[in-house]
């Protein structure tokens, strides 16, 4: 249609005074300066948040930015306090899709758009290149999910992570698969990821020094749907447990196409597999207790009550149950705003150095406190099985 600029129906009025153009200019700035002001004259603090919100693992990406959503939901509601004055916190969520190059993309459009402070991104493959492009701006990050150890080694003081590394996480694992599930012959099949390989490198170390055998290592991709040639490669040495590093986009059907190989050996693996959707997937293949992952994170059963209360929370606002990170992404936004309560202002330079220091915050995933390279310390695992297609906590363990 024509647009009503200059066809008669609407002429727009020529500003008449300095004074108004200063004020224009003012109000143009203030907005594009990543605090604005709403209609009723409230200080506007803008909060990034990326994740893959397309693409194979976009439940993830979704349960992610839910968690975001509903941490900024309830601070609003309760009134956030800065410098003296009430802000109304404002989310602004990008997509990923689990791709580096497109992480770098929506990194530099949030830093364009002078965000305050980024949660995400949820894979270490997306985490750790964007990262620096919020090191160079001085924007603080924290990653819920990205467990690869070299996102917080990269000497940036603006990285921080809200679980356990790959160190942590493959290590366990791996010493889980010998000791407690007698595992003596292991295959391990990764997705060539940072994550995923990153987990399996750390998994094969931790079953050759508690006295096991990787007798297999193979790869595939994170898109990839055919996997009958590297299961039936593995089939013939007979694995008592095959540990795949990646998502469960893929572990899922993996899962799936082991059973109809016959290939019934235990099936382990990270936080990426280890998600209420790994049944769906899987087309309810697995048998019960034949899936031992670990979450990057988790408390005990003294500390259930708060995560239970988020779940309910959850549940309630989006009519769906928790994938996996939700409560670590809620958690981050409120130590991230804590700091710049506690600075009294959202300037990153100003409120960066408090959350660095944060030591004994109450979350709901527990006690949060970072160490001096921006990792959560005394990070736990949660253990989890499978029986009758739902999640089963093992054991919690640090």
């Given at each position: ?6 066809t ?10 300095k ?10 700035l203030?907005?594009?300066a ?22 194979p ?57 002078h ?54 996480l ?17 295959a391990?099949?990764?997705d060539?990821?940072a ?26 991709t ?10 039936t ?64 994170g ?11 209360d ?21 958690d981050?936004i ?16 100003k ?8 030591s ?39």
């Amino acid at each position: 249609m024509t647009t009503p600029f200059g066809t008669g129906l609407f002429t727009p009025r020529p500003v008449r005074s300095k004074l108004a153009l200063a004020s224009l200019t003012w109000l143009a700035l203030s907005v594009g300066a990543g605090f604005g002001v709403c209609a009723q004259g409230q200080e506007v603090v803008k909060i990034g948040h990326v994740g893959p919100l397309s693409g194979p693992i976009a439940h993830l990406g979704k349960d992610n930015e839910n968690g975001a959503r509903l941490a900024v939901e309830e601070l609003n509601a309760k009134g956030v306090v800065i410098g003296g004055k009430k802000v109304k916190l404002e989310l602004l969520s990008e997509d990923d899709a689990s791709e580096p190059k497109q992480a770098t993309a929506v990194a530099q459009k949030l830093m364009d758009a002078h965000v305050k402070g980024v949660i995400g991104h949820l894979n270490s493959g997306t985490t750790i290149p964007a990262s620096k492009i919020y090191n160079d701006e001085g924007v603080p990050q924290i990653s819920p999910s990205a467990t690869n150890p070299k996102y917080t080694r990269q000497g940036f003081n603006t990285a921080f992570r809200m679980v356990a590394d790959d160190v942590q996480l493959g290590g366990v694992l791996g010493q889980y698969a010998v000791k407690q599930l007698k595992g003596r012959v292991i295959a391990v099949i990764d997705d060539r990821t940072a994550y995923g390989q990153g987990v399996a490198d750390e998994f094969a170390k931790a079953v050759v020094a508690a006295g096991g055998t990787v007798v297999a290592r193979e790869f595939t991709t994170d898109k990839s749907t055919d996997f009958s040639p590297i299961l039936t490669s593995i089939k013939a040495k007979k694995p008592d447990i095959v540990f795949f590093g990646g998502m469960d986009a893929v572990g899922g059907p993996m899962l799936k196409q082991m059973k109809s190989l016959g290939l019934s050996s235990k099936f382990m693996g990270g936080d990426g597999i280890c998600t209420s959707e790994l049944s769906k997937l899987s087309g309810e293949a697995m048998l019960d207790g034949q899936v031992v992952c670990a979450e990057a994170g988790g408390v005990g059963k003294d500390q259930r009550k708060e995560l239970d209360d988020f779940a309910a929370r959850y549940q309630k606002r989006f009519g769906t149950d928790v994938k996996l990170y939700a409560p670590y992404v809620f958690d981050a936004i409120q130590v991230m705003v804590a700091a710049m309560v506690k600075a009294g202002s959202s300037e990153p330079a100003k409120y960066l150095p408090l959350m660095a220091q944060t030591s004994g915050f109450k979350g709901v995933t527990g006690t949060i406190s970072f160490d001096a390279k921006g990792d959560i310390k005394n990070g736990a695992l949660t253990l989890y099985t499978y029986k009758g297609g739902k999640r089963d906590v093992i054991d919690v363990v640090h």
